[in-house]
């Protein structure tokens, strides 16, 4: 019913910059806040940064200042720019997306894309 594909992950060396892209369909439905989240190994899925679908954005501490969530409604699509990148940013990096018809609303999930940064 609903789909959200992920693009942009790779290597990269510390301090460099990546931008993930984030592509969401759903027959009927309406897109309305999406996010990125990311999984280190070992460790829970953490909330890297949200944006509703009139713009406003959230972020963890972690990514403020380095991180910037953006979306193009009219493409369906979510971005991340990541600069700054550090060692710890290493995760596979996932897209979420509130979609939303009448009578419900359902939550979807990407397939992830892996983000390493490293030396």
């Known amino acids: 019913q609903v789909q959200l594909v992920e693009s942009g992950g790779g290597l990269v060396q510390p301090g460099g910059s990546l931008r993930l892209s984030c592509v969401a369909s759903g027959s009927g439905f309406s897109i309305y806040t999406m996010g990125w989240y990311r999984q280190a190994p070992g460790k829970q899925r953490e909330l890297v940064a949200t944006?509703?679908?009139?713009?406003?954005?959230n972020y963890a501490d972690s990514v403020k200042g380095r991180f910037t969530i953006s979306r193009d409604n009219a493409k369906n699509t979510m971005y991340l720019q990541m600069n700054s990148l550090k060692p710890e940013d290493t995760a596979v990096y996932y897209c979420?997306?509130?979609?939303?018809?009448?009578?419900?609303?359902?939550?979807?999930w990407g397939q992830g894309t892996q983000v390493t940064v490293s030396s």
């Open positions: 944006i509703t679908k009139g713009g406003n954005t």
């Open positions: 979420n997306g509130e979609f939303r018809r009448v009578g419900g609303s359902i939550s979807g």
